[in-house]
């Protein structure tokens, strides 16, 4: 076999074989292909395309390029959550610790932030002490024991995708619907779940700009998790616009936990509400879902999810104090407000560029190995649709580095001032099951 051949199939628009698949992804992964080849065969399927039996075969190829977990000793139904990649997206950080609380094991595992999106382990980082590295067998245990334990992706895991996703995201072949596919379910299967929900995020600061590739690319990862015997559910989210009001690292954690106290955006919430009831239906303990959405507000509601939060960060050894007094999560050095220029309402915010501006600020990496300021971010004071007078504060940027005029006009730029109300986009658009 020989790649040129299988670039060239593709190049061409047919359909690959599972040993063609195999052969490139061990290939690759054994540095027998070089990213020159790679590459070409990566732009070939952005334009032509996989059918879904080809997009299974390069997920399974990618879970057999490395460890999968082992996760059979672990009691009950063990329930996943992953998003697409959004900005503010705390989700995991509220909905694993309410769905533990609900006697489901959520056995987690999630990535870093790249780029304009934020990643759930750097958040748990801001958190002093908090461990991201569990051997398996103690994974295991804290989620028998605790019900929860969200871990950092082990290096073995998925190598294939790993390297994949370096190459994809400098040959502009990160927006294909069966790589992101592959990509995502990939790590899912590996990480060893036996239900998986999933939040394909939809708008301005999600990799599916449109709702026709959001629901495409849910189907086909639905189709995927269900052809490998997982339950698997799509729920597609609007990415318009950041979730919530907090964009960094130890604001958004402080934004989590005032949302596992009973508080918190009315969207941010209802996001957070939805992804944990169809992780409880999953997990076997509701049937309906009007249920199992009553149930979780019970539990938000009533302190037991913030209880289970404080169990899961003393467990994986954070500050647990902070909980109690957010205020001694990391605070910044420098604060600048931004003052809106003109009177009226706020028509959209370019959820990307928050996202960029809150990266630049020190929230995210520029590069792989870049270290995080936890302590910088954005705080939104106005959502689309609220009212605008001249002068009132829009966001406020904080950071341990001189925020500069660049940064400012990036987030300006973000946030669009109209006089007339603009419609409310919905926070939920459909579910895929
Ligand atoms: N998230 C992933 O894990 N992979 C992609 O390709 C895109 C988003």
Sequence with gaps: MRMVDIIQKKRDGYSLTTEEINYMISGFTSDAIPD????????????????IQETTELTMAMVNSGEVMDLSGINGIKVDKHSTGGVGDKTSLIVGPLVA?????????????LGHTGGTIDKLEAIAGFHV????????????????????????????DKKLYALRDVTATVNSIPLIASSVMSKKIASGADAIVLDVKVGSGAFMKTHAEARELAKIMVQIGKGLNKKTVAIITDMNQPLGYEVGNANEVKEAIEVLSGKGEAGLVQVCLTIAAYMTIAGGIY?????????????????????????FI?????????????????????????KAELAGYLQSMAAESVGTAAMLLGAGRQTKDEPIDYAAGITLKKKVGDEVQKGDVLAVLHSNRDINLEIC?????????????PEILPVIYDVIE
Excluded at 101 to 113: E, N
Excluded at 328 to 335: G, T
């Design 409 to 421: 006009q990036i987030l300006r730029n973000a946030l669009v001032i109209g006089p007339d109300k």
């Design 133 to 160: 590295e569990l051997s398996q067998p103690q994974f295991v245990e804290q989620v028998n024991k605790h019900k929860i334990a969200i871990v950092s992706q082990t290096g073995n895991l998925t190598p294939a």
């Design 314 to 338: 003393k467990t994986q050894g954070g500050r647990v104090v902070v909980v109690e007094h957010p205020d001694l999560l990391p605070q910044a050095k420098n604060h600048v407000e931004l």
């Design 287 to 311: 049937a309906d879902f009007n249920q199992a959405y009553l149930a979780m507000s019970g539990i938000l509601q009533n302190g037991e999810a913030l209880g289970k939060f404080k169990e």
């Design 36 to 51: 020159y080849q790679m590459s070409a065969f990566l732009m070939a399927v952005y334009f032509k395309g996989m059918d």
């Design 101 to 113: 609380a609900s006697g489901v094991p959520v056995a987690k595992m999630s990535g870093r932030g």
